[in-house]
């Protein structure tokens, strides 16, 4: 697959405050995003994603640093015709009504009167905006802001779509549906760059990802690689036996309405804790194993400094 | 194109914004009072509605552009409406342009609404119409052109109550930067002399643009003057606007 978008030892320092001072935010950043695939790029706020994404599309000139969009340069006009942005919570021009925005943003792509009216409807019913149409943006709620940004970053077709923290601010069936745009897009052949600190989200849906820790890419790859399949530890929930017969075997954690929740470390105890509930006639409730999630890894990569 | 676009968006912005009527409203208000202030005049009467209706149209125009044209960059990177526009093929000297045009044809509507109510209140009074009224017009549109690219390049580094204050500055500078060429013919030869001269040749003269005297007083306006006093507003205009593309092309929008 060929590489869409490459970022080579990035930097960026901003001068802020009235005595200016220096505040390095980007320390060297590089990364590469494939075609067709759903990029996460994730760290906890303050860290740089927006900086990053910012000197992608031109708002904020680098240090020091190449990006090239679609093998091109990054500040060329002709690299921008093929990306859609999202920005972090976005502000729109709300004195427009959702049709009147997206035409707007269509002819700014030089897109012909019949190719707008055409796609225009499409994008409003991807986005379940239709009964929204012809609302001023004024009276949108926040979630809906998000979903007209969507389409907005959609309007030209584009080959790769950066969007900052687009699940932000969303109920939980709106982030479902914002997902779902997404793994459609790629389905699509479209790529996606996403930033999010909601790690939730990126792991249901990312195939790669960059984390990024106080202006420097820490770890980036697969997800399956960077996330061990192994597993840690056994959750049982049980009854009908005490706790201190069950810390020989593993930890008991809390105990609520005669329920126990028990973590086990050593899977060949696991058969030694089911024999024990049933010598005393107890009930196993469940029994989960838990393997590493990508919060596990950004908990571990975050925490130590 | 991308520049009639952005222009466009902009017009439909400046007229959706209460200030503008406001202004409307007051410049409307001076216009017809001058139909009373004449009544306490003794002799032309006429000439006193002209003259103050012109001079209402003047001043009520700068504010417009300045109150507004002052807000139009800054408003978009406030409210960042901004980041989803650069992120487009767009150049940033065509957002800044766009942002120009759409403002002086907010203007060019708002002098033409201003003008109707005064031609009207002058038709009302004399029964006869005049072209000269419309060419004095003309030269305070030229003058607003120019005050326009000006709030828009203080606009592109600066708040908009700071630029307004700048804005309102050159204003004023400009139509009084005229007594300094007294002030040199009076000034005895030496470095003081040669400073004078030197500012005199920086500062805008906007009187250039007032040709209200020689209409209202019907004294004559040579073809010459009128056309150095146009060129000099189109090309000062044209400087100001690539100072503020220039600044406005390094700018990081945080």
Known sequence: MSTILSIDGLRKTFSQGFIPRRKEILKGISFAVSEGEIFGYLGPNGSGKTTTIKCVLGLIFPDAGRIELCGRPHLDPRSKEKVGFLPENPYFYDYLTAREFLDFYGQLFRLAPDVRRERIPALLKLVDMERAADLSLRKFSRGMLQRIGLAQALINEPSLVVLDEPLGGLDPIGRKEIRDIILRLRSEGKTVVLSSHILQDIEMICDRVAILVDGRILSQGRLTDLVSEKILFTEIVLSGVGDRELAALGEPLSAQAGRTLLKVYDEARIQAVLDLVRDRKGNVHSLLPRTQTLEDLFVGMVRPR | ?254
């Open chain 2, 1 to 254: 194109m991308t520049v009639k676009v952005i222009a466009v968006n902009t017009f439909k912005e400046a007229v959706r914004d209460r200030i503008l009527y406001l202004l409307l409203f007051f410049a409307a208000a001076a216009i017809l009072l001058s139909r009373v202030l004449a009544m306490f005049t003794v002799g032309d009467r006429t000439k006193i509605i002209k003259d103050v209706g012109l001079a209402s149209i003047s001043i009520f125009g700068a504010l417009m552009a300045i109150l507004i044209g002052t807000g139009l960059v800054y408003k978009e990177i406030e409210k960042r409406t901004i980041f989803t526009l650069i992120s487009k093929p767009i150049r940033r000297s065509e957002f800044l342009l766009g942002k120009y045009f759409g403002l002086v044809l907010t203007l060019a509507v708002m002098l033409a609404s201003m003008g109707l109510i005064f031609l009207a209140l002058i038709l009302i009074q004399t029964g006869a119409l005049e072209g000269r009224l419309l060419l004095a017009i003309l030269f305070i549109f030229f003058e607003l052109v120019l005050l326009t690219a000006v709030a828009i390049l203080f606009s592109c580094f600066s708040t908009p109550i700071l630029s307004s204050l700048f804005s309102l500055g050159f204003y004023v500078i400009g139509h009084f930067s005229w007594s300094l060429e007294t002030l040199v013919k009076k000034a005895r030869p030496g470095l003081g002399k040669t400073l004078l001269r030197l500012l005199t040749a920086v500062l805008p003269d906007l009187e250039n643009f007032n040709i209200r005297t020689e209409v209202v007083h019907g004294l004559p306006l040579p073809a010459s003057l009128l056309l150095y006093s146009a060129a000099y507003g189109i090309v000062y205009a044209a400087f100001v606007l690539t100072v503020a593309v220039l600044i406005f092309r390094r700018r990081d929008f945080i």
